[in-house]
């Protein structure tokens, strides 16, 4: 924190990984644990575990927060805001770039068939970080059921999944769970 | 013919001010990672029309598979398909400017106050809910996949990372060439 180019290095790292994460954040998150707490020293493993656990838990884009924080950390309020675009930017300007490719092959027969490769593999990833949630949510068989009434409810009905979120809220809160 | 001339109306129509709400909410509501797709479907797909379940699942196999945050990148692929550059500006900032502030705030107290129990309570009902409603985009979103021979590689994909907890690079990087090949194969049968 006493190094003044803490922020740039800091700054730079972040977009780097966030340039290389793919399969989203989460998968970079070792190796930023280990530049701001191993290499540098900004923080402590319990800020580190802290920050993830509050990042998680509130609305919002949490990897970018969760990185806010961090800056927060070493540099106050200028260094949240250089980190918030260090880990968004890169990416949305490779998410713009290969889209605008994606879209100008249109319905080209080779891009259908990587679509049909594609969506299944991709909707079982989705499924399964439903479960691996659901692993670390469920504590108690109520819980599970919860999840399962939840899921049940979304794929034969219309209702708002906010009235699912507003249900598990209460339920937990009045410790049913 | 005259369905693409509708099209192109709809995306001219589609204001700045609504990608950026949209988005908003998106944002807002998706609690917990993951979440976001649940609600970026939700919205996008089902109250406003603007693509299909199958150009849902495209956009989202494409983020998938680009670094990033996954969600930020739907954000950025609607935004483009609906206004272009502009659009993909109005639907980022309406996913990241606001949230970020509360999100912000939000947390600097909430990290004084993270340990009451309460709280905890309340958040962990809400991510067993959140769970059950990503594992129900994930299944709707194959429905139309679902008499395909591919499904399993969906299945497959669930199980390297549920059971055996591979990290998802490899698995991607694994399945993905398979899936494509017996793609491939089903496009040259049914020719």
Known sequence: MSDPSAPLALTTHLALVSSISFGGFPTVLPDVRNFVVGTHGWMTDQDFANIFAMAQSIPGPNMILMMSFVGWKVWGFPGAVASAFATFGPPCMIYFASYRLWDRFGDAPWQQIVRLGLIPVIMGLVIASGTVMARAADTSWPAVALTIAAAAITLTTRLSPMWMLLVGGALGGLGLL | ?191
């Not at chain 2, 983020?63 to 980022?92: D, E, H």
């Not at chain 2, 999100?103 to 340990?115: C, K, N, P, Q, T």
């Open chain 2, 1 to 191: 013919m005259t369905e693409m001339a509708q099209r192109r109306e709809l995306e001219q129509a589609v204001p700045l001010t609504a990608l950026f709400t949209a988005f908003l909410a998106v944002s807002l509501y998706g609690v917990g990672g993951g979440s976001g797709i649940v609600w970026a479907r939700r919205i996008a797909v089902e109250k406003r029309g603007w693509i299909s379940d199958r150009e849902f699942a495209d956009i989202v196999s494409l983020c998938q598979f680009m670094p990033g945050p996954n969600i930020v990148g739907i954000a950025v692929c609607v935004g483009a398909k609906m206004r272009g550059t502009i659009g993909t500006i109005a639907a980022v900032s309406g996913f990241l400017v606001i949230p970020w502030a509360i999100g912000f705030s939000v947390g600097l107290l909430f990290l004084e106050y993270a340990h009451a129990p309460v709280l905890r309570n309340i958040l962990s009902g809400i991510a067993a809910a959140a769970a059950g409603l990503l594992i129900a985009t994930g299944i709707r979103l194959l429905l139309p996949h679902r008499r395909r021979p591919a499904l399993l590689f969906a299945g497959l994909a669930f199980g390297l990372i549920t059971f055996a907890r591979l990290p998802l690079l490899a698995v991607l990087f694994v399945l993905v060439p398979l899936s494509i090949a017996l793609a491939a194969i089903e496009k040259a049968r049914a020719r």
